[in-house]
């Protein structure tokens, strides 16, 4: 090992941490993250400070208004819209995408398709983007998202390049119609070709259910994804003057299927459906009702038949975004918890033992680079001798031979080492000076997080009583006074060079540490660690 030296890899690790963390302190000031809260946006969409062009080009959604979360599949109810407690209904119009946006029929701001590719679809924006698309009122054929070069500076092209598959968003529409999941449809005044879209605006027509989807030829040359949609909603369309909503009607006849690949149709039953079962047993039990007690009325009162749930819902992957206050400075400080971890604390991870993964404690470095606590490379060696009595079969004895004692992480013999083992003193003081500014630190931020994070509405018994402030400020006081004591009051451990054995000083103090090990009898005299003469005793005295 002398001829061949290792490189302590631990400290490498820490050396270069320091080395990271001075680097960025000396670039400059932390980024700031400007983020404001939902409860604290505006009630409309608005312009901040730092937009370059005025407009909505760089505008930011106002308030959120609806309590449902981002992937929410289905109509929003009244337990919803606590500001209405009405929910979404239709034939509800807004200004705008940014409107739209806050009331949660329509999240995304420029994209026509809500969805995510293995959960699925909630929501779409007949917008006219694609000139495929062909709008029935009641059903419509709707084109995927894709095709076209958006590469550059390019917001916006017309002019498709190259084939749409089946992925991301046009995937998500997929899943939903394998499923049959409600999507809520909402039409704007740019799409030019439809007489059903509203003259400006945009306008919730309610839901509907994808029924088939398939890949075809579009007007421009290249395969686009296609989607059949049919109205299933309990509300009637804002076109029309019924009282009711849609009943359950047969599919159209699309002539385009016939050259279309990749068709897929829902093949399980819908989890969104028409109930018919319920409406048809109610006329059956008032009728029954009805006969056995004489009563000559034959018009039965009907339960209301209705679209909904056959199925439970998906469940939500994504958080509300209105929640309450409570809710987010809980959120707030396990964030904080998690991402402001201090350079102490990082290089503490560093100087982890090897076996037991906690940090060292009276660390030994082997001449293999590797660290360990005492304690732990004792017990891994524990009544195991350094030498091995040989003898013949003729009763001559001889010469001992030598076991070999592997290091736990590697390969090398380590057994001279443990003959005479030395603790690494420089690295156990920077293990104790790094766990006492870490300790100071986090009271300091408790504190400080119980300032920052106090929410408005506190009561009067969670006011502090001013006995209490003042007994705690001279607490503070005499913990402060005994931190500032001499250095020669505190008594520090000193490992010797040789052996690790304890030695009471001139006052009678014995370490803690130390005297715990020896009840606990790991320092056996079996272990390797232990074997000394006489002569070679070494001891632990308080500075």
């Not at 495929?132 to 500076?153: I, P």
């Not at 509300?235 to 019924?242: H, K």
């Not at 009702?289 to 056959?310: P, Q, R, V």
């Amino acid at each position: 090992m002398e001829n061949q030296p290792r490189i302590n890899s631990a400290l490498v690790v820490v050396i270069r941490t320091a080395k990271l963390s001075k680097l960025n302190e000396s670039s400059g000031p932390e980024k700031v993250e400007h983020f404001v809260h939902n409860q604290n946006r505006p009630d409309k969409a608005y312009t901040t400070e730092r937009a370059k062009r005025a407009g909505k080009a760089n505008a930011a959604s106002g308030k959120i208004f609806v309590t449902v979360p981002p992937d929410h599949f289905g109509p929003i109810l009244a337990e919803n819209d606590p500001e209405r407690n009405r929910g979404v209904l239709v034939a509800d119009w807004w200004e705008d995408r940014f409107e739209c946006r806050q009331w949660g029929a329509h999240l995304p701001l420029v994209s026509g398709i809500c969805g995510q590719s293995k959960h699925g679809a909630q929501s779409v924006v007949l917008s006219g983007g694609y000139e495929d698309d062909e709008d029935h009122g009641e059903w419509f054929l709707y084109t995927g998202s894709g095709g076209r070069d958006l590469s550059g500076n390019k917001r916006t092209n017309k002019e498709q390049s190259f084939d749409q598959k089946f992925e991301n968003y046009n995937e998500s529409l997929r899943v939903s119609c394998k499923n049959g999941y409600p999507v809520r449809v909402v039409r704007s005044h740019k799409e030019k070709r439809s007489s059903y879209a509203p003259e400006k605006g945009l306008r919730y027509d309610g839901i509907y259910r994808i029924e088939k989807c398939w890949r075809k030829v579009g007007i421009q040359g290249f395969k686009v994804c296609r989607y059949l949609f049919v109205r299933c909603d309990n509300c009637p369309a804002p076109w029309t003057s019924d009282d009711h909503g849609d009943k359950i009607r047969a599919l159209p006849a699309i002539s385009e299927l016939k050259k279309a690949i990749d068709i897929t149709e829902r093949t399980d039953n819908p989890s969104w459906d028409y109930d018919l079962e319920y409406k048809s047993w109610s006329k059956y039990a008032h009728l029954i009702l009805c006969t056995c007690f004489g009563i000559l009325f034959l018009e039965s009162k009907e339960e209301e038949e209705c679209w909904k749930w056959k199925r439970p819902p998906p469940s939500s992957k994504k958080r509300v975004i209105t929640r309450k206050p409570e809710d987010e400075v809980q959120e707030r400080r396990a964030i904080r918890k998690s991402q402001n971890t201090s350079l102490k604390e990082k290089v503490l991870k560093e100087l982890c033992c090897l076996l037991c993964g906690k940090v060292m404690i009276l660390p030994l470095t082997t001449p293999c680079g590797h660290n360990f606590c005492k304690l732990c490379l004792e017990g891994a060696f524990a009544g195991k001798a350094f030498e091995r009595e040989r003898t013949s079969l003729g009763g001559r004895s001889l010469r001992s031979q030598k076991n070999v004692m592997k290091c736990p992480s590697c390969t090398n013999d380590i057994s001279e080492f443990l003959r005479n083992p030395q603790v690494n003193r420089e690295l156990m003081e920077v293990i104790e000076g790094l766990q006492n500014k870490t300790e100071k630190e986090n009271e300091a931020s408790g504190s400080m997080e119980t300032n920052s994070d106090a929410l408005p509405g506190i009561e009067e018994n969670d006011i502090l009583n001013p006995q209490d402030e003042e007994l705690k400020r001279k607490k503070d006081d005499s913990s402060s006074l005994t931190e500032q004591e001499p250095r020669r009051v505190r008594k520090r451990t000193k490992v010797d060079a040789k052996d690790g054995l304890p030695k009471i000083d001139e006052a009678g103090e014995e370490s803690n540490k130390v005297e715990e090990t020896t009840n606990n009898g790991i320092d056996s005299p079996s272990s390797p660690l232990h074997v000394r003469s006489d002569d070679d005793s070494s001891e632990l005295a308080f500075r």
